[in-house]
């Protein structure tokens, strides 16, 4: 077991507002992203952190930040919430040994933006 | 052009039968990896099965098993005697780049339905 929480699991807000979702694992992951999804396009790459501090653009990063200050934590930010960011927010991390190649998901975070 | 194409977006099958369900992919990297994932109604996503892009065997987990055709770009989830808590969402999935650059690319999936 990865280890990682997710919260809040479900939030409503309003369109304008900012709004922090947090990510943390308690297995000293380097490796974390942050993934959406929508019906019809599956899970789709926000951001992502390769250790403290590292972190980098996906394919739809427009609209929301990171930050990563520990090993344990990594945060998405929507600055300015939008009802298109309204989605499911999955946070994963990554693990490479030779008995496991994976990626281990969060529970999510249903958010609605109104 | 998408990296991963799931062809199928649902599927009904018999209780007992098997199923395949479809994955193409597009890469120029030499070295990635194919994964499928189980997103039942309760929205978690289970891991189920990982191919390397050098594998020379397919995978296999219990009862499912990874049918990789490399010159094809096809990763194709085959699952043996289906039962009814296998309906659900199925992603294939591609990890591309190298340590430190790694990414994950989703297909839009498949809904699979187990029919008594």
């Known amino acids: 077991d990865a280890g990682i929480t997710q919260s809040p699991r479900h939030k409503v807000t309003e369109t304008g507002t900012p709004v922090t979702l947090r990510c943390h694992q308690t297995e000293n992951h380097r490796y974390m992203y942050w993934y959406r999804q929508d019906p019809g396009h599956g899970l789709r790459l926000i951001h992502y952190?390769?250790?403290?501090?590292?972190?980098d653009k996906g394919e739809v990063s427009d609209g929301y930040s990171v930050s990563r200050s520990k090993t344990e934590d990594f945060l998405l930010t929507l600055e300015s919430a939008t009802s298109s960011q309204t989605s499911v927010y999955f946070c994963a991390i990554s693990e490479f040994s030779q008995s496991n190649y994976g990626y281990t998901f969060g529970s999510g975070t249903r958010l609605t933006v109104v | 052009a998408q990296k991963i194409t799931q062809t199928q977006p649902g599927m009904f099958v018999q209780e007992k039968e098997a199923v395949t369900l479809d994955c193409t992919y597009d890469t120029s990297d030499p070295s990635y990896g194919l994964f499928w994932y189980k997103q039942p109604s309760s929205g978690e996503m289970i891991f189920l099965i990982y191919?390397?892009?050098?594998?020379?065997q397919n995978a296999t987990e219990g009862r499912y098993s990874l049918n990789f055709q490399k010159a094809r770009k096809s990763a194709n989830l085959v699952i043996s005697a289906s039962q009814l808590g296998d309906s659900a969402m199925y992603f294939c999935?591609?990890?591309?780049?190298?340590?430190?650059?790694?990414?994950?690319?989703f297909g839009t999936g498949t809904r699979l339905t187990i029919i008594p």
């Open positions: 191919q390397g892009s050098y594998d020379q």
């Open positions: 952190s390769y250790g403290v501090k590292d972190t």
């Open positions: 999935a591609m990890r591309e780049g190298n340590f430190g650059n790694e990414k994950l690319t």
